[in-house]
């Protein structure tokens, strides 16, 4: 499988988890909400029919009779209601009474059944279907035979007068029972309305979980891809590198091998020479690249020293003044006399303004300036490394920190550059959570800029 399907399948796969995720979440939280609108929209609704079985109840209640033929009572009380087993003409007065603020009062009606469950009486409005057998649940809801719902409510009725007069544990101590009803038309509208949201709705929404998912999983990828093609554009760019000086060295072994003994005393010592150069040229590309892997390995076996940065910077200028004396260039040094300390590994540290300075050496001409100097603003430390060399056109300025870049290949590899010295340097840098910046001109010369805070705990003494 090559690379590309790799990391499409990868894509696929990461954009399947992300819409089973994030379409599971969706259709919890879908449902979750649809079954929480039904259980309000329900628990509302048996509220208001509570509320009007309460105030109806409160109102009948001190004029019921004792009496188990209540008829001409109720009658009088509630003219309103149809009377069972007589011929019903009333208008729904008591009904409207009794709603007022209840956006549609047909939707209730009432029934009276005394204590031993015969109905007395009922509102016109009642359903034809009802059950006429009483049932003494408080709650019930039943389908009709033509397939509307009904919800209704029954409240137990005491009358005034069998309160005193019926014993505690008489089984008639009720007067009888109060059923309100509505039917459940407007609520299965409502419950259906939620669902075909839910059934239009959900597709949509996962379409678009799967549309996005696509899309995320692809700006998830784009760094691993970056990363990899990096990698890869790196072990191209190592094994390239590592090639030309092995084939030189194998070529001269060759040469001395075929070499006929007579030559063997004069030719010999000069090509053992090359092979010693392209040798010692191998091993310190490796070593470079073993050094830029290890530095990519975050975790470091030891710790964050203080480093004095003055000492760094004489300690270097020292060090290359030989070369540079004998490239005839100008090399000095501008350090101040208070002492500034970084946290961060000296070895690597010296090693990033080492590779600076061997740069600015190496790419001025005879006669030309090299100036290092160190100084310290608002918490930072900064060295910067001048010289009056060559200079480095704008283009090429943001690509010299890249492995194996090198801006004049064939310069470069002359003077022994391996084109890691940048890209090593930089990674030090970031590794210190310091930047590291060039500013240069062709010509006219190059400073490049390395600044990291100051450490914590180093003193500063800046005279
Ligand atoms: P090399 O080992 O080839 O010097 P580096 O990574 O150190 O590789 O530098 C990358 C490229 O940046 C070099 O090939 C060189 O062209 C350019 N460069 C670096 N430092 C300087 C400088 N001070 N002046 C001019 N060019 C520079």
């Known amino acids: 499988m090559n690379s590309h399907q790799l990391f499409r399948r990868s894509r696929t796969r990461l954009a399947l988890w992300y819409a089973l995720v994030m379409g599971g979440i969706l259709s919890l939280s879908g449902f979750g909400m649809y079954r929480s609108l039904v259980q309000s929209n329900w628990a509302a609704m048996e509220r208001e029919m509570e509320s009007i079985a309460g105030t109806l109840h409160d109102s009948l209640e001190p004029m019921l009779p004792a009496s ?27 009904i409207q009474r009794h709603t007022t603020g209840i956006s549609d009062r047909s939707t209730y009606y009432i029934r009276l059944f005394n204590h031993r469950g015969n109905l007395l009486a009922f509102s016109p409005n009642q359903p034809v279907a009802l059950p ?19 919800h209704q409510f029954t409240i137990i009725l005491h009358s005034s007068e069998s ?3 019926a014993p505690q544990s008489s089984p008639h101590a009720s007067w009888g029972y109060l059923q309100i009803g509505r039917t459940l038309e407007s609520f299965d509208a409502e419950v259906k309305r939620m669902q075909w949201i839910l059934v239009i709705g959900f597709p949509i929404a996962l379409g678009l979980v799967a549309a996005s998912s696509w899309w995320l999983s692809g700006l998830a990828m784009q760094p691993i891809y970056q990363s990899y093609q990096q990698q890869q554009q790196f072990t191209a760019n190592a094994a390239h590198e590592l090639r030309s000086p092995l084939a030189s060295l ?24 090359t092979v010693e150069r392209q040798g010692r040229r191998l091993s310190h590309l490796i070593a470079d690249l073993l050094f830029l892997t290890s530095l990519e390995q975050h975790s470091s076996p030891k710790p964050l020293q203080p480093c004095c940065l003055n000492d760094l ?89 890249e492995r194996f870049y090198r801006v004049d290949s064939d310069r470069s590899r002359k003077t022994g550059g391996t084109g890691l010295g940048l890209a090593i340097a930089q990674a030090i840098a970031q590794k210190h959570h310091a930047h590291l910046r060039v500013e240069s001109q062709l010509e006219r010369g190059s400073i490049f800029t390395l600044e990291m805070a100051f450490s914590s705990s180093g003193t500063q003494k800046i005279g």
């Open 163 to 165: 309160h005193h007069t």
């Open 68 to 94: 188990e033929d209540p008829t001409t009572v109720l009658r009088r009380i509630l003219p309103e209601l149809c009377l069972a087993g007589q011929s019903c003409n009333a208008s729904p007065t008591l």
């Open 132 to 150: 006429q057998t009483f049932i003494s649940a408080p709650w019930q809801t039943f389908r009709s035979g033509n397939g509307d719902r009904y």
């Open 313 to 401: 910077v004489s300690d270097l200028t020292e060090e290359f003044l030989e070369l540079s004396t004998t490239s005839g260039i100008h090399l000095t040094s501008q350090i101040p006399d208070g002492e500034i300390y970084v946290l961060g590994h000296e070895s690597q540290l010296y090693r990033l303004v080492s590779n600076l300075l061997a740069n600015a050496i190496q790419y001025t001409p005879a006669e030309g300036y090299v100036i290092v100097s160190l100084e310290a603003h608002d918490h930072t430390a900064a060295i910067t490394v001048k010289d009056t060399g060559i200079g480095i056109a704008p283009s090429e300025q943001t690509r010299i920190f």
């Open 250 to 273: 194998l070529a001269t072994v060759e040469a001395i091998l075929r070499l006929p003994p007579s030559n063997n005393q004069q030719e010999i010592p000069m090509m053992l020479h």
